[in-house]
Nanobody, 120 residues
Framework: QVQFVESGGGLVQPGGSLRLSCAASGSTSGFSTMGWYRQAPGKQRELVATVTSSGNSNIGDSVKGRFTISRDNAKNTVSLQMNSLQPEDTAVYYC??????????????WGQGTQVTVSS
């Protein structure tokens, strides 16, 4: 089992910034990809950004140039720096980690989500 501690969500005005952080822990011998997804009301969950243990990142088209993802492998944490936030960025943001739970066996785990609201 994997547990998450997510932090950093909240209310911000358009053009503002927020930083989300996620710390993962649990019964695993390691994490491969970690990252963030988001889901707005009435919409499907979508990729925001992910990063592998070797540092390769994948950034969603809607946030490229505004959001940056970083990771600390030693602490099993992943952070998302969000700049130039717009109302359309309003959503619940979920941390996701792919954990090794056995020999050659990997499983996706999700955090409980943190609300980000962009509004004046």
């Amino acid at each position: 089992q994997v547990q998450f501690v997510e932090s950093g969500g909240g209310l911000v005005q358009p053009g503002g910034s927020l930083r989300l952080s996620c710390a993962a822990s649990g019964s695993t011998s390691g994490f491969s990809t970690m990252g963030w997804y988001r889901q707005a009301p009435g919409k499907q969950r979508e990729l925001v950004a992910t990063v592998t243990s070797s540092g390769n990142s994948n950034i969603g088209d809607s946030v490229k140039g505004r959001f940056t993802i970083s990771r600390d492998n030693a602490k099993n944490t992943v952070s998302l720096q969000m700049n130039s936030l717009q109302p359309e960025d309003t959503a619940v943001y979920y941390c996701k980690a792919v954990a090794k739970i056995g020999y050659g066996v990997w499983r996706d785990y999700w955090g409980q989500g943190t609300q980000v609201t962009v509004s004046s």
